[in-house]
């Protein structure tokens, strides 16, 4: 295939699909799958799954195999449960790694296409543009100042400019200057690039570095859980042989080896009360399935613990073009020092890219058109050599030879080009009033200028040794979406203060923060004052300045680290190469999916795939719905373990024969049964309270539990405790025969309650009916509702109830326990009445 015919058509899909046949993915390794019966012994060996067969193989020792069997049946149920929980989690992060995976545009089938880029093969042509990181090793056939860094290579940190295959000079070098290699990044321009070698064949894959992910560290959430559950389990161990040995003592009639065995027993139910196993499953589940919610919102998450720092973020740094503004640039107003805009239009379309990927240069080109200057006038000439866009210079510059002269068309920051122009007082006061006026309507304001040469050599080596004619001034609008407004607002409302740091002009900047709201959008930093300051300066003029026009990319991480010193919370927007430290270093980092690149969306926490700000106010206003969702389960479970675990205490302590115990290793299991789903499943679908939008943000060195959340649970599990204990007891009436009746009125009790307080602990504000109205239409909430409650009564009328040790209820007991089951959590809902009235009446 002729290099035209690559240029125009690329592989076709046939092709593609031959090449990968042969040469495979392009990866460097393979994807390792988690062993299925690895990850089921991993989850039996959790301290309650080796206590619950620890029971099951005593009642086997006991002689009582019925009951050991029951036990391993339930014991078989509740790892099922973990399983297919930990199935579904890492099936979901799986779909949000394939939703991340880096991407490439090819040229397949004469059409521009989005691939992942372990699909591309050799023979492909890959189109290469700033901020990407080129992933296979390939010929350069068409380029536009491609500048590329491969110190990952290499190791020399300087850029390298790349030139063709056919501009190529012979060298004896090993790096090619007309060849890209997987691994680096584009820096500045961009290349059609013929893909040579994937995978192990390139050099990145030859150097054998490794690539696998580095071991996760725990999250200060986890932390927490992880110490909870030890500090549980201690205590656990403790009571465990406090309980023990209480048990021997009770029943000096049993024989030695029977009173052993039902001392362990005994201590074993109490254990298993204590273990609030629960915690670890909850955060993995609340987070991955939180992520995926997210990331059907526009919002993926590359990190999940970042999840439960989103409802922490106390600043958000964003940047104006694109998130805040719709990154559809129009010229709106030029002006000519002479009067000839129509020439100064010109100059505009020879200063732009041939080939251009920027909105601006865009905006002009089109402009260009509309006056009837096409691309066809514009670019007709010779381009002799170019000078290229830095953000040192802020300017660039390209050199035609156009109708018959040479030509220098320059644009770029005004007040930077103005020094190269020979202007006079008068001149430079004009020129300055025009760039204020267009600022002030909110305009972004470019300047163009112009030189002609006699001949190619007196060509500058630099765009600073130009001297420049001034044609004039462009001002381009582009204009705020339309939600911003409301969305800053909402922010405002929830503490979230919002700083919009941009390259454009300090009044432009100012005109559009006034127009979306931004508070104190009269005060600018710009970047030539930060880099006057120093750190502690700059840590306290970020205490009420929220606009930084100016500013490039090296800017933003001295921003950050201020706003951070001042003990904020700091998510940080960006797209470019040089954000990925920012955004890195930001407490959450928000790459733009659309324009990012993709070295930024490496760098992200949190991918955002419409560039939209709306969508993060709405990932925070989700982050916080995650986070309180989590806490309302942790605090759901400390309550429900309270009944358990004291009842477990209590019993041996009053005496009561271990055959009578109102709760059995066997129920403890029951019961898990019933916690877990309610829990994960239940309180993770709960929507955002109703004012989650209008409160500061969390401290995020806050306990997981609070002393205020600790309270309410621990005085909700003590109703719990004393309405299931109490009509245990009064049943039981000192007489272990009427064991089975008064564990099921006991157990009955507790079952009902825990539906209904997960009902009350929905919401911290709502009232309990107000929270099932919500989730009226939620099949899943009202299936683990009639699923428990079919559960109980399966328990109780079918034969399973004498493998369980139950005795049936009558209906007036049935609908006794169920009252007093409902009232032992229902108290709450006075409470919350209580703190309506006192807010009302503040």
Known sequence: MTEQKILEQGLTSAQAKKQQEKFGKNELTTKKKENFFRKALHIISEPMFLLLIAAAVIYFLLGEPR??????????????????????????????????????????????????????????????????????????????DLCVEESSLTGEAEGVWKTTVQEAELSSDYWRKDYCYAGTLVTQGSAFVLVDKIGTQTEYGKIGRDIAEAPETPSPLQKQTGKLVKLCAGIAAVLFLLVGILTYINIPDHPFKDRMIESILSGITLAMAMIPEEFPVILTVFLSMGAWRLAKK??????????????????????????????????????????????????????????????????????????????????SGELLTEYAFTNDLKMMGHVWRHEGEILIAAKGSPERLMTLCGLTDEQRQRTEEKIRE???????????????????????????????????????????????????????????????????????????????????SGRVITGDELDQMDDDELRERVK????????VPEHKMRIVKAFQANGEVVAMTGDGVNDAPALKYADIGIAMGKRGSEVSREAADLILMDDNFSTIVDTIRDGRRIYDNIRKA????????????LASLLAPLLGISPSALFLLPLHIVLLELVIDPTCSIVLERQPAERAIMERAPRDPEEKLLTPQILLKSTLQGLAVFAASFGIYLSYMAGNPQNAPLARAMGLTVI????????????????????????????????????????????????????????????????????????????????????????????
């Open 67 to 144: 009951d050991g069997a029951v036990m391993l049946i339930f014991v078989v149920g509740m790892i099922s449960i973990d399983v297919i929980q930990a199935w579904k989690t890492d099936k979901t992060l799986n779909a949000l790694k394939d939703l991340s995976a880096p991407h490439i545009t090819v040229l397949r089938d004469g059409k521009e296409q989005r691939i992942a880029s372990a699909d591309l093969v050799p023979g492909d042509l890959m189109l290469i543009v700033e901020g990407v990181k080129i992933p296979a090793d390939g010929e350069i056939l068409k380029c536009s």
């Open 634 to 645: 942790m605090g759901y479970v400390f309550t429900i373990h309270i009944p358990i675990a």
């Open 438 to 520: 267009m600022s002030e309507k909110g305009l972004r304001v470019i300047g163009v200028g112009m030189m002609k040469l006699s001949s190619e050599e007196e060509i500058p080596k630099s765009i600073t040794d130009c001297k420049l004619t001034l044609c004039g001034l462009v001002g381009l609008a582009d204009p705020p979406r339309e939600s911003v407004k409301e969305d800053i607002a909402n922010c405002t409302r929830a503490g979230v203060r919002v700083v919009m740091i941009t390259g454009d002009n300090g009044r432009t900047a100012g005109a559009i923060a006034k127009q979306i709201g931004i508070p104190d």
């Open 751 to 842: 079952l009902l309650a825990n539906l209904f307080l997960v009902q009350v602990n929905s919401s911290h504000y709502d009232f309990a009916f107000q929270s099932i109205k919500k989730l009226a239409n939620d099949r899943i909430m009202w299936t683990v509702f009639f699923g428990t409650i079919a559960g109980l009564l399966l328990i109780l009328y079918s034969p399973l109830r004498v493998y369980l040790k139950f005795a049936p209820l009558s209906a007036g007991q049935f609908f006794t326990a169920a009252g007093i089951g409902i009232l032992s959590v229902f108290w709450y809902e006075l409470v919350k009445f209580v703190m309506h009235f006192r807010k009302q009446y503040k």
């Open 298 to 379: 526009n919002s993926l998450v590359r990190k999940l613990p970042s999840v439960e720092t989103l409802g922490a973020v106390s600043v958000l740094c964003v940047d104006k073009t694109g998130t805040i503004t719709m990154n559809q640039m129009t010229v709106q107003d030029t002006w000519a020092p002479n009067g000839d805009t129509d020439s100064l239009s010109e100059v505009m379309g020879l200063g732009c890219e041939t080939e251009t990927y920027d909105p601006m240069e865009k905006a002009m080109l089109a402009h260009c058109e509309k006056l009837g200057i096409g691309r066809d006038h514009l670019f």
């Open 544 to 551: 009420d300045v929220s606009i930084f026009s100016r500013v």
